[in-house]
């Protein structure tokens, strides 16, 4: 995730132990819901670090489980096909 935020990919060890240390003050979901965010929308890739700090400690830990629980809940809507013509050819045998 910090890598995406450089446009040279490197990263001093400093602002690696920062992260870690902040996210260490975290609920472990609150931080696997920050980063899953900044990492699966590419929007995110361009923002600092503290973009998905912000993201973590604005985040409850309730709110950050509803939110993880629900990308698996939303690919079986009507909006997006391909898991229920999936699902169909399954059932089908094919």
């Known amino acids: 995730m910090i890598r995406h935020t450089r446009v040279s990919a490197k990263i001093s060890p400093s602002v690696i132990l920062g992260m870690y240390q902040d ?32 993201i973590i400690r604005n985040t409850t830990a309730e709110k950050a489980a509803d939110k993880l629980s629900k990308p698996l809940l939303q690919m079986n809507t009507s909006t997006h096909k391909t898991p229920n013509n999936f699902l169909a050819l399954v059932e089908r045998g094919g």
């Open 23 to 54: 996210w260490d003050k975290r609920p472990t979901i609150c931080v696997e819901y920050g980063l899953k965010t900044h990492t699966e929308n590419p929007a995110y890739h361009s923002k600092k670090e503290n973009y998905t700090s912000g």
